[in-house]
């Protein structure tokens, strides 16, 4: 093992403003859940938020409360409660994080914003299978927990292209949770304030996709693992135009430092795409790792599946089932391909990594000789590392540090 570079990750100053808006947004659910002055619906990462906020629910991710557990290392300690309760330590690492989490009566909302000390009570859980099958699993034992209603669309999976058919059901399947939520809403539902949402949504992820974008650029302003923290605002906020107005802020540092040519990894040498979850309880750590490396890890799928640029305010049902449903995740092996090649090409990438996450099959796209056929198909190396998103007792530093340092000198000895 080659002794690391001590480097610095390069603070983006747009970090203060998001950690200011997403303040506000879990004291706002925490003040609604305590006086009951809002309705509160839990929604899927990829679900229909769109149509919730519409409808005047706050909204709640449950997978963003899995990161954070992640990311806090809290993890470890929670999913064996949830083990306990009959729920695998192979099935998703957010769902038995996050029940453990409930079932301990702890949440790292609490150390992150003092003063909050549970996750908000929800009104309605509403899923979309369009990621996997967990997430209904995870919001049914939550629902029962409750006794909230739980409201969900079954998404059709390993689709090729997505077709007028695919899309037309999906938007029935749509159009036909609006009622019972209208119950839970205690109020009619507004065309026209669905229609206003969306726009924001839209502009949200047109503004993302920019962000992201801007990693093409040798160097690249940013990194995927700045990437994976800035995506807040694109999952709980998306609709809103405090969202907007972030993605606005970040999107301006970004292009400033492609102006003055400022690296986001210092003599940024190899230039890599992530594909697969985040590890979260060590993106910390990976950043340095790859940063002494001269390595940028600087895109992923991950995180550009927040961009909904088919959103369509004047077609909302439409064009909702569309975007939801031409997702990465919930595509064939072939269309993934396509999108990864096209992605290497345009982010200018030497290889790519595929993270192998044990309890997350749904986006390990490495199970099934993918990465052997993008090598013959790019000519370029790929890496496979073998881990998880939350469960630190799947991960093997040592062998992650080996494997990403004998990568990285391949990649040196493709190069000169
Ligand atoms: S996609 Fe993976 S990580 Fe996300 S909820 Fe489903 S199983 Fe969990």
Redesign the pocket.
Known sequence: MTEEKIVERKPIKATKEMGRIMTAYYFQLNDAARTHSQKIAWCTSVGPAEILRSLGFLVYFP?NHGAMLGASRMATDTIPEANAIGYSPDI?S??TADVGAYLKGVTPLSKAYKGIESVPKPDVLVYNTN??R??QDWFAWYAREFKAPLVGIETHRGVGDVSDAHVESIAKQMEAIVSPLEEVAGRKFDLEELKRVLALSRECSELWKQVLDTASHTPSPLTFYDGAIHMGPAVVLRGTQQAVDYYRLLLAELNERIANNVAAVEGERHRLYWEG?PIWGRLSAHAKMFAALSTCVLASTYCNSWIFTAFDPDDPFTSMARAYTELF?VRSDESKERYIKQMIDFFKADGVIYHDAK??P??SNCRYGMPQRMERLTGLPSLILHGD?NDLRLISDEQTRTNVEAFVEQLEENKT
Do not use: A, F
Request: proline share 0%.
């Open positions: 997978e998703c957010y769902l990621q996997c967990d997430v979850m995740i309890t997350c749904n986006n998103l």
